[in-house]
Nanobody, 123 residues
Framework: VQLVESGGGLVQAGGSLSVSCAAP????MGWFRQAPGKEREIVAG????????YYADSVKGRFTIFRDNGGNTLYLRMDSLKPEDTAVYYC?????????????????????WGQGTQVTVSS
């Protein structure tokens, strides 16, 4: 399963940016990020059904996760960006489980990963 990410780039603090992730089907999905010298962390997640979303406290109210294209394309809209949001952003996918409304929070719970896209926020 190949996840293809696009978007990202360089933006000034306070600006907005979007990243997208094309998947070959519908999955439980999440966005993670990894900054230099730090561990990978979850940013946002969405259930297979799309009815449940999750945001890390650090991005709540600023980032929005959503699907399009019949649920096969995942997006992360990032507003009010801060320098501390600078990281490589990865999308991750997990095949449908018994609970279509579940969110998965840990990177090891996901089976497939995108190639990563750099987001840099300048101060």
């Amino acid at each position: 399963v190949q996840l293809v990410e696009s978007g990202g780039g360089l933006v000034q603090a306070g600006g907005s940016l979007s990243v997208s992730c094309a998947a070959p089907g519908r999955y439980h999905m999440g966005w993670f990020r990894q900054a230099p010298g730090k561990e990978r962390e979850i940013v946002a997640g969405i259930s297979w059904s799309g009815g449940t979303t999750y945001y890390a406290d650090s991005v709540k109210g600023r980032f929005t996760i959503f699907r399009d294209n019949g649920g096969n394309t995942l997006y992360l809209r990032m507003d009010s960006l801060k320098p501390e949001d600078t990281a490589v952003y990865y999308c991750a996918a997990k095949p449908r489980t018994y609970s279509s409304g579940s969110i998965y929070y840990r990177d090891y719970e996901y089976d497939y990963w995108g190639q990563g896209t750099q987001v840099t926020v300048s101060s």
